[in-house]
């Protein structure tokens, strides 16, 4: 089958899509990924055919303030939709199927109804609604009756603040415009663990949760500083926040450091601007480790709470500890908390130098370590990459419906 991929958004949006890809080029498949150039290096390197969409979304967040991220992402988007939308018209004929994720969701979505492809939505977060827990970007915890609303009126926030640039770049191509309804009823694969987050019984035939999506580590070898610092001592603690906009390198100064003492641990730079001399002597300092051949080298993570980073924590059988930014990571913060694997949900604009070291204590703890321990060998047994391909294999070659309905 020929086959064409579309996300857009940072490193932890794009990494878990390219590993589908490479998944689906290894079942024999013709793919093509459509993505942020700045994310493309890591698809590059899995031998993927890439074409880059217009934007920047590393540049768009360096500097800003967190609090200022939506509104960046949403105008980048909003931006370059037109654009996006006449690449993927351009990359689309003779596909079988358009794969889409991200910000260039509603691209995808009208891509797919301008052609008659298929459209199967490959998302990190569950977004259909359901009773058993709210909306992922929703910042508390909500009664059940009310989990439902909170997807509903999040989902149609989203849309709200997208739909004029999207119904200009229909515009341009003959679509109608869509009105205030969301887009429903199309497959949805969700790269979320069953065994973390098990599919709620409520959800509607057309929503999965296959499983993580990471390509495996095989021929990785560590640099040998790394494998030396490795072999030097105790596990170390892992530390890491991704590609987080507004990430002060202060915090590791004047908390985390604090917080580990004489502990060894290991800082992953991500995006920030970290060096190695600005840490500590036990703090050692590494760009980009597959986490998969990581953490399990580790004793526990702290990290910012992403899907992506909860989910390979998870993995690896190691307590997380989630210093929430925002977004999805509060979910996932309290998610960890439910599961017995870490008792405080903490806020990384409030977090404590005293709240962190009680919480590295609790995860040191038997209860932690042994509630990681069974939940990461029950992950360990999934196959979320060979889930999706099979998933997306019957979707796009077996006839069913593309689900580009205009309801």
């Known amino acids: ?186 497959p949805m694969a969700y790269g979320v663990s069953p065994a973390l987050l098990p599919r709620p019984d409520d959800y509607p035939p057309n929503a999965w949760h296959t499983g993580q999506w990471v390509p495996p580590h095989n021929g990785y070898t560590p640099s040998a500083e790394l494998a030396a610092f490795l072999a030097a001592g105790e596990k170390p603690i892992y530390v890491g926040f991704g590609s987080m906009a507004g990430f002060d390198p202060m915090l590791l100064h004047h908390v985390v450091a604090p917080a580990l003492g004489e502990r060894r641990a290991i800082f992953s730079r991500g995006w920030s601007t970290v060096d190695t001399e600005s840490l500590p002597p036990n703090i050692f300092l590494v760009d980009s480790v597959p986490h998969d051949w990581l953490l399990p080298h580790c004793a526990m993570a702290v990290h910012h709470g992403g899907s992506g980073t909860t989910h390979s924590a998870c993995a690896a059988g190691v307590p997380s500890i989630i210093l929430s930014f925002g977004f999805d990571q509060s979910f996932w913060a309290r998610h960890m908390v439910q599961l017995g694997i870490a008792d405080e949900v903490l806020d990384v604009h409030a977090v404590t130098r005293e709240q962190l070291f009680a919480a590295i204590a609790f995860a040191d703890g038997p209860r932690a370590q042994a509630r990681a321990s069974e939940l990461g060998l029950a992950m360990r047994q999934e196959d979320g990459l060979g889930v999706a391909v099979r998933l997306i294999e019957r979707i796009a070659g077996a006839g069913e419906v593309a689900g580009h309905s205009m309801s």
């Open 1 to 186: 089958m020929k086959l064409l991929a579309v996300t857009y958004g940072t490193e932890g949006d794009t990494r878990p899509v390219a590993a589908l890809c490479r998944a689906l080029v290894d079942a024999g498949h013709d793919v093509r990924l459509l993505a942020d150039a700045s994310t493309l290096p890591f698809a590059d390197r899995l031998g993927l055919s890439t074409r880059p969409l217009a934007g920047n979304v590393r540049d768009a967040l360096t500097g800003i303030r967190l609090s200022d991220t939506p509104f960046v992402l949403t105008a980048l988007a909003n931006d370059h939709t037109t654009e996006w939308l006449d690449v993927v018209l351009e990359e689309a004929p003779g596909c079988d199927a358009i794969i889409v994720s991200g910000l260039a969701g509603f691209v995808g979505l009208s891509a797919a109804e301008a052609t008659g492809i298929k459209i199967i939505g490959a998302m990190l977060l569950p977004l259909t609604p359901t009773r058993q827990f709210p909306m992922p970007f929703f910042p508390i915890a909500l009664p059940k009756w009310l989990n439902p609303l909170s997807h509903t009126v999040l989902n149609n926030l989203v849309w709200g603040t997208m739909r004029k640039a999207t119904n200009l770049a229909r515009r341009a191509h003959g679509l109608p415009p869509r009105g205030m309804v969301v887009w429903s009823g199309h």
